[in-house]
């Protein structure tokens, strides 16, 4: 609802394509927010809509789909502005500290014993 010229919005659809997604990039587009679409191809209905299209190959072909690349880019475009922004990385520094204090991880050195 507040979406707008300041805003940035990413969608993700691929074969078949959600109707729903298309049509929130629309209404993000039509209020004037960047929109990047991540698909498997220029000829995707996102395509269309976005300014900036993002193209990772899925093979939905088989009777399980397979979604590895489009993960792979979405977990590079997290680090990446993750990477860029000093305090999510205190943030997670944080977190690291926390979480060690507090025992939520086993570590291998616990496992062995």
Do not use: C
């Not at 691929?14 to 993000?28: C, D, E, G, I, K």
């Not at 899925?58 to 397979?66: I, K, Q, R, T």
Request: hydrophobic share 45%; no cysteine.
């Amino acid at each position: 609802l507040r979406v707008g010229p300041e805003d940035v919005v990413i969608g993700l659809s691929f074969p078949r394509y959600s109707s729903r997604t298309v049509q929130a990039l629309r209404f993000a587009r039509d209020r004037g927010a960047g929109v990047v679409a991540l698909t498997d191809s220029e000829t995707s209905p996102l395509a269309e809509t976005a300014t900036e299209l993002l193209l990772a190959q899925s093979d939905m072909a088989s009777f399980v789909d397979s979604l590895v690349a489009p993960l792979s880019l979405i977990n590079a475009l997290l680090v990446a502005i993750a990477r860029s922004k000093s305090d999510v990385v205190e943030h997670f520094e944080r977190l690291e500290h926390i979480w060690d204090e507090y025992g939520v991880f086993v570590s291998m050195e616990e496992e062995d014993q």
